[in-house]
């Protein structure tokens, strides 16, 4: 399967715990997005990388959230100190440039409790 | 900022019924429009996408959405269901930096 992979699907932890996913784009492309889901909702756009550098963070994206695409390839998104309210599911989505349709993995869902 | 609105948040339909699902989004610039779909238990699957040219876009399944400028909608439509299009369909609006804007979904049901 060449599309979008992420690790783990699923994440229980407790609060106050570090967590990290991992995702795996389409080899060619070097785009790299990072949207969080929860019920009732739509994707909400965290933050993305072009390669290596990542371009905008969303003010969801509190200093607890750390992304890195250290060689423009995977990407890895880490919440230290959880809270309940970050229970979600964490979506990756990569594009070969910007504006293209974005292909999307299956998603992490994290639950803290 | 971008902002997209779907108007129902659950259909319930039979087989055979046509759908439309609306959606309007605020932009003031140029924007690339999509529906992505979800089917239970799957990860979101772009249905159609619209970047310019003819406004009436066809995509997979039998779904075709039709952009209208004027009115800054983007509707969803199929003439006639399945019941294995009970899915939740998202609206999704990018400029060309590409960071998506999604409405909060729609949720089909189509019973037998």
């Known amino acids: 399967d060449t599309g979008v992979s992420q690790n783990p699907r699923h994440k229980i932890t407790k609060r106050g715990q570090n967590v990290t996913f991992r995702c795996d784009p389409i080899?060619?492309?070097?785009?790299l997005y990072w949207y969080r889901q929860t019920l009732g909702q739509g994707p909400e756009f965290l933050t993305y990388?072009?390669?290596?550098?990542?371009?905008?963070k969303s003010r969801l994206l509190s200093d607890r959230f750390s992304a890195e695409r250290p060689k423009g390839s995977f990407s890895t998104l880490e919440i230290q100190r959880t809270e309940q309210g970050d229970s979600a599911m964490y979506l990756c989505?990569?594009?070969?440039?910007?504006?293209?349709?974005?292909?999307f993995g299956p998603g992490t869902r994290l639950t803290v409790l | 900022a971008q902002s997209v609105s779907q108007h129902n948040h659950h259909v319930i339909l039979s087989e055979a019924a046509s759908l439309e699902l609306g959606c309007n989004y605020s932009?003031?610039?140029?924007?690339?429009l999509f529906w992505y779909v979800q089917y239970p238990g799957q990860h979101l699957q772009l249905l159609l996408k619209?970047?310019?040219?003819?406004?009436l876009v066809k995509g997979i399944k039998g779904f075709e959405a039709e952009f209208i400028k004027s009115k800054f909608s983007f509707n969803l439509r199929k003439p006639s269901v399945q019941w294995s299009d009970t899915a939740e369909y998202f609206c999704?609006?990018?400029?060309?930096?590409?960071?998506?804007?999604f409405g909060a979904g729609t949720q089909v049901v189509v019973t037998p």
């Open positions: 989505a990569s594009s070969s440039q910007g504006g293209n349709e974005q292909f």
């Open positions: 990388f072009q390669n290596e550098a990542q371009l905008e």
């Open positions: 619209y970047f310019s040219g003819d406004p």
């Open positions: 080899s060619e492309h070097n785009r």
């Open positions: 999704a609006v990018t400029d060309s930096w590409g960071k998506f804007q």
């Open positions: 932009y003031g610039g140029t924007v690339n």
